[in-house]
């Protein structure tokens, strides 16, 4: 089989890897680069296709074609780039520019869908859900995302915004998001809201994974207030996931999905919430790390 190539997109760093095949993410190559977006659209490019040289070189093989996982995704209808973090990529033609600078194929997806299509081919679906078909992997961290895999496939939809569910109407509290709307469930539960929530309570500035530690502790009542209000809005958003996916399985990933409290609390106030008398929906931790995103990205 020919080795595949994959490159994840990130505001901070870009990461390359060549596997070996789809059954197998075997690597035979796997570099990091810093993306210097400060330094403009171009710079980008050209960094990924030093990145790929660098890649090709290592391996002796050149690319036929390349996945690549980033922030947003592309607009069907205009063929350019939205929704991403890294600003000064929104409204490019990210992947013709990329096609013509390297002179392969280009796939790109959202980051989300490379994760939840990486754990479901390799990691924790694989491992330990039987007959997968419908699964809902979750990034949340400095913002919400998520991706949605049927059978083995990503499902992107007409306007490529499948599984955006961090997009959805939560809570008022939440304030005004980026995306120019109010209350998305990414202004209530991602992990720079709920640090902003607890430092609105106290005036301390911590990390969230610090505000969980301090909430399992008996005199933290602004702790134990910022992890309910993570646990009972993750619940909430999540449960209208599940009336309209149902899927077999979520895995839950990002910064924010290494908090315990959403297996057990966050679950239960799913279970509160769900339109099913029960819940039997199995919520997975993720197997592979910061490897999912590019192995995803390789398997485009």
Request: aromatic share 6%; net charge negative.
């Amino acid at each position: 089989m020919t080795p595949l190539f994959g490159i994840d997109l990130g505001g901070t760093k870009i990461e390359g890897v060549v596997i070996e095949s789809t059954t197998t993410p075997e690597v035979l190559c796997r570099k990091r680069i810093p993306t210097e977006a400060d330094q403009g659209y171009g710079h980008i490019i050209d960094q990924i296709d030093s990145l790929v040289q660098s890649l090709s070189k290592e391996v002796e093989i050149s690319p036929k074609k390349i996945g690549i996982g980033t922030p947003g995704a592309i607009d069907p209808a205009s063929g350019t780039l939205k929704n991403s973090n890294t600003v000064c990529l929104n409204g490019q033609p990210l992947r013709d520019d990329i096609q013509e600078k390297l002179g392969v194929p280009v796939i790109i997806e959202n980051d989300a869908n490379c994760f939840a299509l990486a754990e479901t081919r390799f990691g924790c679906v694989k491992h330990q859900v039987t007959d997968a078909n419908v699964i809902f992997g979750v990034i949340m961290g400095t913002g919400v995302g998520g991706g949605i895999v049927v059978n083995n496939t990503i499902l992107k939809g007409k306007h490529g915004i499948g599984g955006e569910w961090g997009h959805n109407f939560l809570y008022e509290s939440g304030g005004p998001c980026y995306c120019g709307k109010t209350g998305c469930v990414e202004t209530v539960i991602s992990g720079t809201a709920l640090e902003k929530y607890y430092r609105n309570l106290t005036g301390q500035n911590n990390t969230l994974k610090k505000i969980a530690q301090l909430a399992r502790k008996e005199d933290q009542p602004e702790a134990k207030d910022t992890i309910d209000r993570l646990t009972h809005y993750f619940g909430k958003a999540i449960a209208n996931v599940i009336n309209i996916l149902d899927p077999d399985a979520i895995i839950l990933g990002g910064g924010v999905g290494n908090v315990p409290e959403l297996y057990t609390e966050g679950v239960k106030y799913a279970r509160k919430y769900v339109f099913n008398p029960e819940l039997n929906t199995p919520f997975l931790k993720p197997e592979l790390g910061d490897s999912a995103g590019v192995f995803g990205a390789a398997i485009l």
